[in-house]
């Protein structure tokens, strides 16, 4: 019967061993697997940072062709972005704007915008010269310079 005993303590205590040992190997998987999320997460939130520095530092410049109490339309570049846009520049056409035969000559554009104001010049639409026009605005921020944003001017 001491026999008997001894051999079921003994498997006992091998199968309490193999079942510790598994439960090692499983927690240091699961530590492992909480580490790379734990540094995934850590990634996304700098990258997101990032993102909200670089926003920090960017106009955002989109235009809208809109109508006057008078009748006419005014292209007017609405800043969205947080930065102040620099050095605007704005093609119709492949046509610098002051040389478009929309543009009114006593109405440039000017050349700058603070964040999320708005800046405009008078169109002179006729039958021979309206809308689609081929848009692109360029300017400079605390991001970079000659960012550009390209469109189709519609009414």
């Not at 008078?70 to 040389?99: K, W």
């Not at 440039?108 to 848009?135: H, Q, R, Y």
């Amino acid at each position: 019967m001491g026999d008997l005993a001894t051999w079921v303590c003994a498997v006992a205590a091998i199968g309490s061993l193999v079942v510790s040992g598994i439960a090692l190997v499983k927690s240091a998987r699961a530590q492992r697997q909480a580490n790379q999320t734990q540094e995934r997460l850590v990634e996304i939130e700098e990258r997101r940072e990032q993102d909200r520095q670089a926003q920090a530092r960017q106009a955002i410049l989109r235009p809208k062709l809109r109508g006057t109490e008078r009748g006419g339309h005014r292209l007017y570049l609405v800043n969205s972005g947080r930065c102040e846009a620099r050095n605007i520049r704005v093609e119709m056409d492949d046509t610098p704007f002051a040389e478009h035969p929309a543009a009114a000559q006593n109405d440039p554009m000017p050349s700058l915008v603070g964040p999320g104001g708005e800046i405009s010049a008078l169109l002179c639409l006729t039958l021979d010269c309206a809308p689609p026009f081929k848009i692109r605005i360029t300017w400079d921020d605390d991001f970079g310079t000659n960012r550009t944003y390209s469109t189709t001017l519609t009414m």
